[in-house]
């Protein structure tokens, strides 16, 4: 069964490698698609994630066809949903729903008390000093 979850934003998206990194420690454990022309590339709206640690989870992060600025989260569990969610609006400054009106809006509290399989305070220090932070479009790989 797939879940639903809609972050809404004007703001670029993160690297997706520190998509990967909010997801794992090590970011070599997430499979990635998308539509990133470059590593560093923050104006991406298509992304596909697997962990391969952890067994049928998994989450298509894609623009709406309707409105530019809503992003759909289909994921495989609702929690790794919720997960990503709070990661994206934190860094975007969105807004969260679970239905692609915005009708509700989910806050970031309300949001993190739905997370309990995933370590939020980890991943906010992973991803706080990651190596991604520092990648630009001319330099995609800061520790090369």
């Known amino acids: ?11 670029f998206r993160p690297d997706f490698r520190l998509v990967c990194e ?6 070599d454990d997430v499979d990635t698609e998308g539509d990133s022309h470059n590593p560093a590339s923050k ?12 067994k049928n ?12 600025e809503i992003y759909e989260i ?10 990503l969610a709070y990661f994206l609006a ?3 400054n969105a807004e969260i729903s679970l239905d692609n009106n915005f009708e509700s809006i989910i806050e970031l509290s309300e949001l993190k008390n739905k997370i309990v ?4 305070n980890d991943s906010l220090k ?9 990648a630009t479009l001319e330099k995609p790989y800061p520790n090369q």
């Open 1 to 11: 069964m797939e879940h639903y979850i809609y972050f809404k934003t004007t703001q």
């Open 22 to 27: 909010w997801i794992s420690e090590n970011v």
């Open 43 to 54: 104006e991406w709206t298509w992304l596909y994630l697997s962990n391969r640690k952890t």
């Open 57 to 68: 989870e998994y989450a298509e992060i894609e623009q709406t066809k309707e409105n530019s």
């Open 74 to 83: 289909q994921s495989s569990k609702a929690e790794f949903g919720y997960f």
């Open 90 to 92: 934190k860094e975007t």
């Open 117 to 120: 399989n995933f370590n939020i």
């Open 126 to 134: 992973r991803t706080q000093n990651s190596i991604w932070r520092k």
